[in-house]
């Protein structure tokens, strides 16, 4: 489990993680966002934030009956300590969602309110090194 802050390895998320929702309302429909903010590093972060995964209609606490609109792309390359953000909202209902037209520079909080998603339900966040400072 991943607690906020943890200091995770570059091969600790290489690979899709496991999620858990472990409080839910049990006829709430969820939407999952990770991000990293700190693209292509955290002293000058200009793609912030780069989207590397969304899950979209998630039941439950089902986690795979959600809709992988945006596969997991595991960590980009880059420089510095970088924080990834994973984010849990609760969708108003069930929703036919389009990926974004693109990764980089994808407006999290815009993304939320044009979906009518609110503020998120619960978060987490970790940091992971990348190459030299």
């Known amino acids: 489990m991943v607690k906020p802050g943890d200091h995770l390895s570059i091969n600790d998320i290489a690979n899709e993680p496991k999620v858990e929702i472990t409080q839910f309302n049990s006829t709430a429909v969820y939407s999952l966002v990770m991000v990293d903010p700190d693209m292509p590093s955290p002293y000058k972060p200009e793609y ?22 945006v596969e997991y792309s595991g960590p980009e ?23 974004p037209s693109k990764r980089a520079n994808f407006q999290t909080k815009q993304w939320a309110k044009d979906h009518n998603w609110g503020d998120p339900v619960a978060a987490v966040y970790f940091k992971v090194k990348h190459g030299d400072a």
């Not at 979209?56 to 009956?65: G, L, R």
């Not at 390359?77 to 990926?99: A, S, T």
């Open 48 to 69: 912030k934030d780069v989207l590397i995964w969304m899950v979209n209609n998630i039941k439950k606490n089902d986690f795979e009956s959600g809709d992988f609109t």
């Open 77 to 99: 390359p880059g420089k510095g300590e970088h924080r990834y953000v994973v984010l849990l909202f609760q969708q108003p209902g069930f929703q036919q969602i389009k990926p």
